[in-house]
């Protein structure tokens, strides 16, 4: 009798294991609805496919259509009103014009004017050199003069040594004479 219920066990056991695969890899009603919630109908999405552009579509709008930088840059480059009506009044008109080359030199106005300048320039450039001559002979004399007065500072000093040393000498003599 013991090996029947040993069939038995081992048939129920195998079960067991079988329902406990099956619970494993089946969906619960719950997921069942869930999955239906979240997927479209048929009609569904054909409406979507006839609300949607093709890919040539796409295209032919991209190539017709500019983009944001694009229109950034043709703003960037074009005038407002403002700037056009500023360029307007800034802009001489023909009389202006003529006024200004009757009140201009000529090239030999202006070549006579260069020439008269240059000799003017040539002069100041003499006195230039000239004056730059005589501050490096004042400078000189004046390095000359500082280092002959820091001489004669030397000698002053050396002398009031010799002086302090002698009177110093001098006082020793008298304390020397008078022991």
């Known amino acids: ?79 407002t009103k403002q700037e056009l009506e500023d360029i307007k009044a800034n802009m001489a008109t023909k009389q202006e014009l003529e006024d200004m080359k009757a009140n201009m030199a000529t090239k030999a106005e202006l070549n006579e004017l260069k020439a008269d300048m240059a000799k003017g320039f040539a002069a100041v450039h003499q006195a230039i050199r000239e004056i730059d001559a005589i501050v490096k002979r004042l400078e000189q004399n004046q390095e000359q003069q500082m280092q002959l007065l820091l001489r004669q500072e030397r000698i002053i000093d050396m002398l009031c040594r010799r002086s302090l040393e002698h009177e110093a000498a001098i006082a020793d003599l008298r304390l020397a004479i008078k022991s």
């Open 1 to 79: 009798m013991s090996e029947p219920w040993h069939l038995i066990l081992d048939k129920l056991e195998t079960m067991q294991q079988e329902m406990a695969e099956m619970k494993e890899h089946m969906a619960t009603k719950q997921e069942l609805e869930d999955i239906k919630a979240n997927m479209a109908t048929k009609q569904e999405l054909e409406d979507i496919k006839a609300n949607m552009a093709t890919k040539q579509e796409l295209e032919d709008i991209k190539a017709n259509m500019a983009t944001k930088q694009e229109l950034e840059d043709i703003k960037a480059n074009m005038a």
